[in-house]
């Protein structure tokens, strides 16, 4: 009857170990996985400076040669922001402000519905669902 006993409690006690060790298991990977996409969102988060001044360049350049081979590089940019979920917030004029993804900097006045984007001073960036830079905008008023 004892050994009974103390076989059932060792048996319990083995299934709680395995159900321990599973879920240490579980959440490790699940911290291991948090660690990769912060490393992501801080990389990318650093790098986006760099990919506002190669924009702006390739914007007020004139030198043809120069051009194409900035566009070459915004080419890599953009298919490296592509395979890691990077996605730019780049609102059309007139387009309804969304606080959500816009940052507001300027308001004009203008004779027209209020919260209306006027324009984009800064891109901003999401990963996945995450929002790492909102977009600078100017918005109209009344």
Same mark, same amino acid.
């Given at each position: 009857m004892n050994l009974k006993k103390n076989k059932e409690k060792y048996k319990e006690k083995y299934f709680r170990l395995m159900a321990d060790i599973e879920n240490i298991k579980l959440r490790y990977l699940?911290?291991?996985?948090? &660690?990769?996409?912060?490393?992501c969102e801080n990389a990318i988060r650093s790098f986006l400076p760099v990919v506002d001044s190669i924009e702006l360049i390739y914007k007020n350049t004139s030198n043809e040669k120069i051009k194409s081979s900035i566009k070459v590089t915004i080419r890599i940019i953009s298919n490296m922001f592509k395979n890691n979920d990077v996605k730019n917030i780049n609102p059309s004029k007139f387009e309804?402000?969304?606080?959500?993804?816009?940052?507001? &900097?300027?308001?004009?006045?203008?004779?027209v519905k209020e919260n209306l984007i006027f324009s984009v001073l800064q891109k901003g960036y999401i990963i996945g669902k995450k929002i790492i830079r909102p977009a600078l905008v100017s918005i109209t008023c009344k």
């Open positions: 699940r911290d291991i996985e948090n &660690i990769k996409k912060t490393s309804t402000f969304n606080p959500l993804l816009h940052q507001a &900097i300027v308001s004009i006045k203008m004779p």
